[in-house]
């Protein structure tokens, strides 16, 4: 094929997208490449979406971008099997336009993005695996797809692939994932009225609710269970370490880890009567800043979940997506405008843009924390069974005086964790947050 | 534990089963069999695509996979998992994702 272009995006993702909308918008030749039979088709989370990292290159997507519910209550669960302790924020200043974040449904919002950047006139074929990076020696030059004729080339590609990284990792530019820094989350959608949604969650039209679970659901290990509301349906799923999935004893399937969740019986009320239309399961590259790979090199960038940009601690990905798309397109247009090659020593402004925004600055403060999650599986296991202990000592009228439930609570504690074991573990966060 | 058929959340999903062409494969099957303690591609596949026969053989249907790529991350000490994407517009075609 003769053909060539200033730039091939491969994947149409919520970083693939960017990326080519911004190239695209700045006048680049551009090809974006989709293995889905429609942008969105291949593409799974929770799902939330920040507004800050779209408006940036979409200022007005509320007008039309398909948005489930704007999230005004963020609640966090702590689960053994019988009981939850909670934390609910609830704010009505959630509720004062321009929302904050709100619910998607990605294979709508995928579909309405990419229309965007076919707008911005990007060319997009769908329905088209690349099966591997077109190299000359150390410098890409394009990509081969499983089309007749199927090779394509271009001054630069970018990968937007997905967590599997497939291209970068069969280039050699790095290695497999390792079993420890990726989560493999599991997922149903169930539909409902959307007024029985709203009584259930105590909320109106267009207002959601997100829960954040974590505790004994996940038979230690470490991860987390979700529940998010859309607009007449509701998203119910667990997530934890693949490593620890590989290593539990009980050899649990992530498909009755999530059973197990629906039916907790504080979560099984609000699922009641929902009908389960898609069962998705996905990879969340989670290994944080020691994770990240080289991500720029002669002709190529990595973005997205292929370089691993998510915010584990934060529930952040697709935000990160957005904002590494738009900086690697940033600096294909920059070199571009200044008619310098697509050199890797050109393609470090990339990187320097990286380490400027808060997609490293985020990853780097908590970079100890998947470390600290790892080594401290009590975390998902014996305190949450400790905290919902304490909360049914404490409320449980039973002509016991405060003063003994106060030492029996301070003394479950102790027993299970010894002082010192308390002292580090509160360390161990603080060190990992702070 | 509580019985899970997976199965009846697969029946949900829209595929479009590339027929006679496994986007996955089991390298090297005698390793399964004879090397692979664990198997835990049986029990960690999101899709149940993995199962452990009797005679201590694993095979592998791919025609419910969710292209999630755990199979292959897993399988660390024997790399006996050929993992391609599905041709293009093949596989699994999420609804909402």
């Known amino acids: 094929m ?3 272009f200033d730039a091939i995006v491969v994947g149409a993702g919520p970083s693939g997208n960017t990326a080519a909308y911004t190239l695209a918008n700045a006048g680049l030749k551009v090809l974006q490449i989709e293995r889905g039979e429609y942008p969105g088709s291949k593409n799974v989370q929770g799902a939330i979406l920040y507004a800050d990292a779209l408006e940036k290159v979409i200022p007005d997507f509320r007008d ?3 948005l489930e519910r704007h999230v005004i209550e963020q609640r966090i669960w702590v689960l053994d099997d019988n009981s939850f302790v909670g934390t609910h924020y609830r704010s009505d200043d959630y509720n004062k336009p321009p929302y904050n974040r709100y619910t998607i449904i990605r294979a709508q919002f995928d579909k309405w993005f990419s229309s965007k950047v076919r707008e911005a006139g990007a060319l ?11 190299m000359d020696g150390e410098r890409c030059i394009g990509v081969r797809c499983d089309r007749k004729g199927g090779e394509v080339h271009a001054d630069v590609v970018i990968l937007a692939d997905g967590v599997n990284s ?7 530019f790095h290695g ?17 009225p959307e007024e029985v949604i709203q009584q259930r969650f105590n909320i109106n039209e267009e207002e959601g609710v997100v829960i954040e679970m974590m505790g004994t659901v996940t038979e230690g290990m470490v991860g987390t269970g979700f529940l998010y509301t859309n607009k007449d349906s509701l998203t119910i799923g667990v997530g934890c370490m693949l490593s620890d999935f590989k290593a539990n004893p009980q050899k649990t399937t992530p498909y009755a ?4 969740l629906k039916k907790h019986p504080s979560i099984a009320p609000l699922l009641e009567g929902g009908e389960m239309k898609e069962y998705c399961a996905h990879l969340i590259p989670e290994g944080g800043f020691h994770a990240v790979p080289k991500v720029y090199g002669e002709g190529w960038m990595i973005v997205g979940d292929s370089g691993g940009f998510v915010n584990a601690a934060h529930r952040e990905g697709s935000n990160l997506a957005m904002t590494t798309g738009r900086l690697a397109a940033q600096t294909v247009i920059a070199a571009k405008a200044a008619g310098k090659p697509m050199s890797a020593k050109t393609l470090k402004a990339y990187k320097d843009s990286l380490d400027d925004s808060f997609v490293m600055k985020d990853l780097h403060k908590y970079r100890e924390l998947p470390k600290v999650l790892h080594d401290s599986p009590h975390f998902f296991t014996t305190y949450p069974e400790l905290v919902s202990r304490a909360a049914k000592t404490f409320f449980t009228v039973d002509g016991v005086d405060k003063k003994t439930k106060q030492r029996e609570i301070l003394g479950s504690f102790k027993s299970a964790r010894r002082w010192r074991g308390l002292v580090n573990d509160a360390f161990n966060l603080w060190r990992a947050f702070r | 534990m509580i019985a899970v058929n997976v199965e009846e959340k697969l029946f949900q999903n829209r595929y479009k089963v590339d027929h006679g062409r496994p986007h996955i494969q089991i390298k090297d099957a005698d390793v399964c069999k004879n090397e692979c303690e664990a198997q835990s591609c049986t029990y960690v596949c999101p899709a149940s695509c993995y199962k452990a026969e009797g005679n201590r053989a694993v095979t592998l249907i791919t025609d419910g996979c969710l292209e999630c790529g755990s199979c292959r991350v897993i399988c660390t000490e024997h790399t006996n998992v050929a993992w391609e994407y599905p041709r293009g517009g093949h596989g699994i075609l999420f609804k909402f994702g």
């Open chain 1, 2 to 4: 003769a053909e060539k």
């Open chain 1, 64 to 66: 039309d971008a398909p």
């Open chain 1, 124 to 134: 997009l074929i769908c329905e088209t695996t690349v099966e591997e990076l077109l």
């Open chain 1, 166 to 172: 497939t291209l970068a990792r069969k280039a050699g």
């Open chain 1, 176 to 192: 497999e994932l390792k079993a420890g820094n990726v989560a493999l989350a599991v997922k149903e959608i169930l539909f409902m």
């Open chain 1, 257 to 260: 880890l999530l059973e197990k």
